[in-house]
């Protein structure tokens, strides 16, 4: 199954090669990683996302949690949580095409954030689902260049990570 | 008044209380042995080969219960020759702390002379490294060092610094303690979990203790053995738990797993309440965790890693806490209970063990006209009152040593159980005997295996480790051909060593006594003889059968009942 895994981890070099090494170390899935300092720029705050049975995501907090930088694990799915991931994707848009392609941000609650005669780069912000269903709504050869973030997750409502 | 980075390593060091650093010097680190030269609180010991640096700093940590291993290496070469050593004390869980040389911040990334990425290259098999990259840092990381590597669940902890922080100075500070929000070690058991244990063990009918290396490691055999012989429960001990109960009491059944003995496999696939204290379901130890699912029990596991539990065996009852902690608490419930375990269901229980045992799966051909290895292992115990520190190498020696030397006490046997590395032995031995002075340390080994680091001969001469080396000389790698017969239709690829160089003269060379030994009516002269040269080290080269195998033997995908008796 799939699971959204966040911590926290001291903000230090080689952190986030800690993390990663022991993933390919041990054979564990990433699906997407993302990591960035927090509002205390002594940490940082990283969102896995793996797929593996129970046992195997038991391990994996398990060995995130004995890393020495790593401050704290939580496992999303064991509670209500919300996941978004940012996409930006540049578009052919000339012709007849330039019309359709705003419609169908628009549809999506796209943002265009960049315009050229030829192209349109849109702002996509959504689950990854949603993101895999907007790049398959459109032609597959007006895509030119697609860059996603990978998911960021938090838990919904009262439940709080922090040191 | 403001120190170097290097005279702060060796102050570091010094407040420490380190008794000996291991090491080999080179070009990133002649600022840290410019100030070991000055100073001779910290004495330095010149291994031969970077592996035996860490190895030995291993054997001293394994050794003693005070103090973790401590060794000093240069960079690049200095830090690959090392790797061998810190992968062995992380498979095994040996506290140890590394000081890397490293050249200067400015050229780190430039393909510098010397250069390797140490950080990078010891990730995978360190309990944590740093570098170091400004002086400041330098004395509370290497606090943070100590603590770490011997604090929880020990390992090795590289420090690397590079030469310019050796050089640069700052004001120096060793904090008293250190903490780190990141790292909190538990140690306290959950009282709930040990009550849930507590009611499991006293309506126990098949009951079974199996205890690893997290006894020795945290110095619980005193209450381990209480509470063996409180129950009156069967105990086993895994390759690296041997010593952690006495193995002369009629309660302990040996060895268990792939070399284990008959009783303890069958006690264990058997029972119906398994206690696994600081173990950790190896598989050199359970075999196929299927067939070992193919007999009910409830398992209840004490270790202080998390993820060492159900990691490869679902555990019923589950208790994260440091051995002696919970061990106390257990025993202290236990002692309050009024009820007691089913002395009725333990005697049948006992009965039937005894039938196993009776099956003396240990015995040997003593009538022999070659000298068989097991012989050997058991006239040494007998000669040094089952009381030396053992080490050993990789391979058949090792299995017998561990199955023949019935170790009564913790810390005296010393061996490389996780990562099996061949060349251990010898600088273990080195380190073992620093830690005590006073011991007869002996160490087990093959003609291949002690030749992967064999140059420490010149180390043990420097400075008078007066080692008894047994070399079982079966003129094969006796583990591989064994596999080979067994396995892989006696074809034995590249298991035969060829060229041996005749070891007693090997031995005199270096300026140590070389005895050749052929046949089985020497054996015991010629031990005796050579355990009585009090100061000298004794190379003995036992001329053995070649054809020994080491029995019981688990195959691998099997389970523990499925063993190859003799
Ligand atoms: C040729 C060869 C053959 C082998 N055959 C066998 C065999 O037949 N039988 C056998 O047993 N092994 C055998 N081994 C060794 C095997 O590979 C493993 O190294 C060994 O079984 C592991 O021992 P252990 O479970 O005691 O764990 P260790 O590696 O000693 O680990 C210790 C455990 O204790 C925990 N711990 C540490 N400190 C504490 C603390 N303070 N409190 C609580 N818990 C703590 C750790 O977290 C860990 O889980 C063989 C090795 C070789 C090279
Ligand atoms: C560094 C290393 N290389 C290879 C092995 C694989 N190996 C395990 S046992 C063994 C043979 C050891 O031979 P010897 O030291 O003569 O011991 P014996 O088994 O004959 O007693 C080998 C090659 C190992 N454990 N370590
Ligand atoms: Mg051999």
Redesign the interface.
Same mark, same amino acid.
């Given at each position: 199954m799939r699971h959204i895994i966040s911590l926290l981890l001291e903000n230090e070099a080689g952190a986030l090669s800690r993390v990663s090494g022991l993933f390919s170390a041990r054979g564990y899935n990433i699906e997407s990683l993302s990591v960035a300092p927090t509002e205390d720029a002594t940490l940082s705050r990283m969102t896995v996302v793996t797929t593996g049975s129970d046992d195997v995501i038991e391990q994996i907090t398990k060995q995130l949690n004995k890393l020495i930088d790593v401050v704290k694990v939580v496992d999303l799915n064991e509670g209500e949580h919300i996941e978004r991931e940012l996409m930006l994707v540049k578009v052919r848009a000339s012709g007849k095409d330039r019309e359709e392609m705003k419609r169908m941000a628009d549809i999506f609650r796209g943002r265009i954030i960049d315009v050229t005669d030829k192209t349109y780069t849109i702002e996509l912000t959504g689950t990854g689902e949603k993101l895999d269903a907007f790049l398959q709504g459109l032609e597959r050869s007006s895509i030119l260049e697609t860059v996603r973030t990978g998911a960021s997750g938090i838990g919904r409502g009262e439940r709080i990570l922090r040191v | 008044m403001e120190l170097t980075g290097a005279e702060i390593v060796v102050r570091c060091l010094q407040e420490e209380g380190v008794e000996y650093v291991f090491g080999y010097p080179g070009g990133a680190v002649l600022y840290l042995y410019d100030e070991l030269f000055k100073q001779d609180k910290v004495k330095h010991i010149l291994v031969r080969h970077e592996q035996a640096a860490v190895h030995a700093a291993d054997g001293y940590a394994r050794a003693q219960d005070r103090k973790p291993g401590v060794a000093l290496v240069t960079s690049g070469p200095g830090v690959t020759n090392a790797v061998t050593g810190i992968a062995t004390a992380h498979m095994d869980s040996i506290p140890l702390v590394i000081i890397t040389g490293q050249v200067p911040t400015p050229a780190i990334g430039q393909d510098a002379f010397q250069e390797c990425d140490t950080?990078?290259i010891t990730? =995978?098999c360190v #309990?944590?490294n740093f570098?170091v990259k400004d002086v400041k840092d330098l004395a509370v990381t290497i606090k943070k060092a100590f603590y770490?590597a011997s604090t929880g669940r020990p390992g090795p902890v590289v420090v690397d610094v590079p030469k310019d922080v050796s050089i640069a100075k700052t004001e120096f500070h060793y904090p008293e303690t250190v903490s780190?929000? *990141?790292?909190n070690p538990v140690t306290k058991g959950h009282a709930g979990q040990i009550k849930k244990a507590a009611q499991l063990i006293l309506e126990a009918k098949r009951p079974m203790i199996y205890t690893g290396g997290g006894v020795i490691l945290s110095n619980a055999s005193a209450l381990l053995t209480e509470l063996v012989r409180m129950l009156g429960f069967p105990c086993t001990n895994t390759l690296m738990g041997l010593g952690a109960y006495p193995a002369t009491d009629p309660l302990f059944l040996g060895m268990l797993g792939m070399h284990g003995t008959y009783e303890a496999n069958m006690a264990m696939q058997h029972c119906d309440v398994l206690l696994a204290v600081g173990a950790r379901f190896d598989d050199r130890v359970i075999g196929n965790p299927k067939h070992f699912y193919n007999e009910e029990r409830k398992i209840i596991h004490i270790d202080i890693? =998390?993820?060492s539990i *159900? #990691?490869r065996v679902k555990v019923d009852v589950p208790i994260v806490g440091n051995v002696p902690d919970v061990l106390e608490e257990l025993l202290k419930l236990l002692k309050a209970s009024k009820e007691k375990p089913d002395q009725q269901a333990l005697k049948t229980w006992w009965t039937q063990i005894e039938l196993w045992r009776s099956r003396d799966c240990l015995k040997y051909d003593r009538a022999a006209a070659v000298i068989k290895p097991q012989y050997v292992l058991e006239k040494m115990y007998e000669i040094t009152k089952g009381d030396a520190f053992v080490t050993s190498d990789v391979g058949q020696h090792q299995m017998w040593a561990a199955q023949f030397y019935k170790f009564d006490k913790p810390r005296r046997w010393i061996n490389s159980g996780g990562l099996g590395t061949m060349g251990f032995g010898l600088p273990a031995a080195m380190g073992a005997r620093l830690a005590n002075p006073k011991a007869t340390v002996a160490c087990v080994t093959g003609e291949a295996s002690i030749q992967m680091c064999i140059q420490e001969l010149s180390t043990c001469k420097q400075y008078h480790l007066p080692i008894k080396i047994v070399n079982l000389n079966n003129r094969y790698l006796g583990m591989v051909r064994q596999w080979q017969e067994f396995f892989h239709g006696n074809r034995y690829a590249e298991s035969y060593m060829d060229a041996l160089p005749d070891f007693v003269k090997l031995a005199e060379s270096y300026g140590h006594v070389g005895m050749r030994i052929e046949k089985p009516a020497d054996v015991e002269g010629a031990l005796k003889e050579a355990f009585a040269l009090k100061d000298r080290l004794v190379f003995m080269d036992f001329i053995t059968d070649q054809t020994e195998n080491v029995f019981p033997m688990i195959p691998g995908g099997k389970g523990l009942s499925e063993m190859i008796l003799v």
């Open positions: - | 950080v990078g990730r =995978p #309990k944590h570098l770490i780190m929000r *990141s790292y890693d =998390p993820s *159900s #990691k």
